[in-house]
């Protein structure tokens, strides 16, 4: 005996059903945000999530904006750029995909790295000291490496050699210990925040 859906009216001979309703009109229990606000860097485009920092891929917005949604559904989706978001509900044997608006907006921002660079901000001075060759080499080298970690706030060309300036000491630290590189390595008090000293660390590599 066919079901009636008491919505709509459809047959179970012509839809799925879910219970007593079709799968059209079957209710669904979905909790969504009124609205998102990510912040955006406007200088480098990294996103501020869940109180960091990282780079901006529809990937990770998309999934941000889901993990915000609760409740029955089988899977959800989200396109930030039709600011829609896409359900499955009903069972395994019976789906339907549910649209639902979510409004997202980018706040501009800067970010801490952008902050820094532009304040002529840094931790550590890596020193390169030697033949020229090698310390170009180096130079060039160290720069590539640390861009994907940190920034380089200033390079100096001596007379003696060649100074990175680098936004943070831990990466370079871990990068030189990477490259079995043993520096010299001075550290310098440089002031205080909230109650923690702050030290510029000078790594000498000489070749």
Known sequence: MDK??????????EKPFVETFCIECRPSNIKLPKKIMIERCNRCGNIKLKGGWVPFS???VNDFVSSKCKGEFESATYNWRKETAYFMVGTKDALVRIEKEIPLEFKKSICTTCSRRAGGYFEGIIQLRGKKGKIKYYARFLKKQLSKTTFIAKEEDLKEGIDLYVGESKPAISLLRDMNLKPKITRKLHGQKAGKRLYRTTFLLRF
């Open 4 to 13: 009636i859906c008491p919505i709509c009216g459809a047959k179970s001979s």
């Open 58 to 60: 529809d990937e990770t």
